[in-house]
Structures are given as structure tokens and as C-alpha cells.
């Protein structure tokens, strides 16, 4: 008993060494300088820690810093506005295959769940095409379209099993002293349904910044292209210096990380919720 014990430790800390040490060096590389970084052999801690690269992104003249600033901006306007549309979306998709019953609703939700089962990556050709037949390569319609529909079906799916298990005589109270089915929809439902509704907007929003491929393909230039696709373009097209780039790589993985972090409780709760309600 002991020792499965003690292996399952080892286990975790095996993972959490193997997921954290990359993080590790890019926030130590961030706080070298240039001639640091190139010294051999190499520093495993910042010989005089600084906060020069972090300064340089955030207000820095130049063309990278302008490049990153940019991108950062692009990033949270494209992960913002897909994951409002999302779950706007998700949550009236939700309801209606949780509480309305018409012709087909089974077979259409379950075909809306069998999208999951592709590859995503699979779509991506076909995405292009139709983003470029539509004039929507470069643009940031096109970005947040193709996120809404590759992050509807999961949405949708989540709520689905949350609202479902929400009490119908409430509904039924509300429809018996007449409100109509939205009303119901807007004044019963969505009060009820918030924990699930703010935990799937994080999910969407995560999912939606931890994006590259998909916005790489989709926008070639740095008017339109998120961070994380902005950091790996600038290498190709410029001579950057590793701490700069490390010191932008950081600031790409704080927001995610802050955000679990400090909205861990109400990611757990609004999925548990739905299944004890």
C-alpha cells in the first residue's frame, strides 16, 4: 500500500517536471540579458534578474514590441467575441434539446455531439477554402467564426447535461402564470443556470487562446494574428532576441494560468452542479 503510494507520487512529480520545466526556462530566459542567454554554459538561475524584456513588450518602441502588443490585443478581441457568441449560442441550442421536443431533436443532437468525434484538424482545408471564397482569410470574422464552430458542439453538449438536470416545475410554474417561453428562458433558466454558463465560458475562452494552427492558416499577417501564433511568426520574419521572445511567450501563458487559477472553484462547481441539481 505504501509503495503505490510513493509511486503515484513519483508519478505526479515526473509530470509536473516534464509540463513546468519549459515554463521554468522561458520565465528564466525572460529575466537574462541578451549576453547572458549566449554566455556558455548557460545560467540554470538569472545572474542579475531584470525586468528590462518585460518592460520592452509592454511599452518598448520598435517593431516587435508594436508586433506583440498587437497581437495581444487581436488575441483577446478573437477569444472574446467567439466565446461570447458561443455560449449565446450554446445556451439556446442547450435549452431547446434539454426542454422542447419536435421532430428529429434526438438525431440532430446527436449528430451536433458526433462532430466531436473529428479530428479538428481534419476541417482545416475545407475551413480555408470557404474563408476564402467568402473574402474571410485575414480578418477577424473569419478567426472567430471558425472558433464558434469548432467550440459550439462542446459548449452545447455542456449545458445540455446542465440544464437537464434543472427543475422542471419551476418552468412549469412560470408557463402557468403566463410567461411566455422565453421569459421563462430569461427569467427562470439562466438565473438557475449561471455556474454552468460561466464554467463553460472559461472552458471556451481557454481552448480558444491555446489555439495556433487554425489562425495560423488563417491569418498570414500580423494585423489579425493572435499572440500565440504572433510569437512563432516573428522568429521567421525577424532576428528576435530570445529574451524578448521569452518574455512575450510569458505573458501568453500568464492570462491562461491566472485565469485557472483563480477561477478553478467555478469551473469545478458549474460542471458538478449541473449533476447533483
Not at 84 to 112: H, N, P, Q
Amino acid at each position: 500500500m505504501a509503495r503505490n503510494h510513493w509511486l503515484r507520487r513519483f508519478g505526479i512529480l515526473l509530470i509536473l517536471v516534464w509540463s513546468l520545466t519549459p515554463v521554468y526556462w522561458a520565465v528564466n530566459t525572460s529575466l537574462q540579458t541578451d549576453v547572458q542567454v549566449a554566455s556558455k554554459p548557460a545560467h540554470y538561475l538569472p545572474p542579475t534578474p531584470t525586468l528590462r524584456n518585460y518592460r520592452a513588450v509592454v511599452s518598448g518602441g520598435g517593431d516587435i514590441p508594436n508586433a506583440i502588443r498587437r497581437s495581444t490585443v487581436n488575441i483577446f478581441i478573437e477569444c472574446g467575441v467567439a466565446t461570447i457568441i458561443t455560449v449565446a449560442l450554446a445556451t439556446l441550442a442547450a435549452y431547446a434539446f434539454a426542454r422542447l421536443r419536435f421532430r428529429g431533436s434526438k438525431i440532430l443532437f446527436f449528430a451536433v455531439l458526433a462532430t466531436m468525434a473529428f479530428p479538428a484538424y481534419t476541417t482545416l482545408i475545407p475551413l480555408y477554402k470557404i474563408m476564402s471564397t467568402f473574402g474571410l482569410v485575414n480578418t477577424y470574422t473569419g478567426i472567430i467564426l471558425v472558433y464558434v464552430s469548432g467550440f459550439l458542439p462542446l459548449a452545447t453538449w455542456i449545458l445540455h447535461s446542465y440544464m437537464s438536470s434543472l427543475p422542471l416545475a419551476i418552468e412549469e410554474a412560470g408557463r402557468v402564470d403566463g410567461a411566455s417561453r422565453m421569459q421563462v428562458l430569461w427569467h427562470v433558466v439562466l438565473p438557475l443556470a449561471v455556474p454552468g454558463i460561466i464554467s463553460t465560458a472559461i472552458i471556451t475562452f481557454l481552448f480558444a487562446w491555446a489555439q495556433f494552427l487554425f489562425p495560423l492558416v488563417l491569418s498570414s499577417d500580423l494585423s489579425t494574428q493572435p499572440l500565440t501564433v504572433a510569437i512563432a511568426a516573428l522568429q521567421g520574419r525577424h532576428l528576435v532576441p530570445f529574451t524578448l521572445l521569452s518574455a512575450a511567450g510569458v505573458y501568453a501563458i500568464a492570462v491562461p494560468a491566472l485565469i485557472v487559477v483563480t477561477l478553478n472553484r467555478y469551473i469545478v462547481s458549474g460542471l458538478l452542479s449541473g449533476s447533483v441539481k
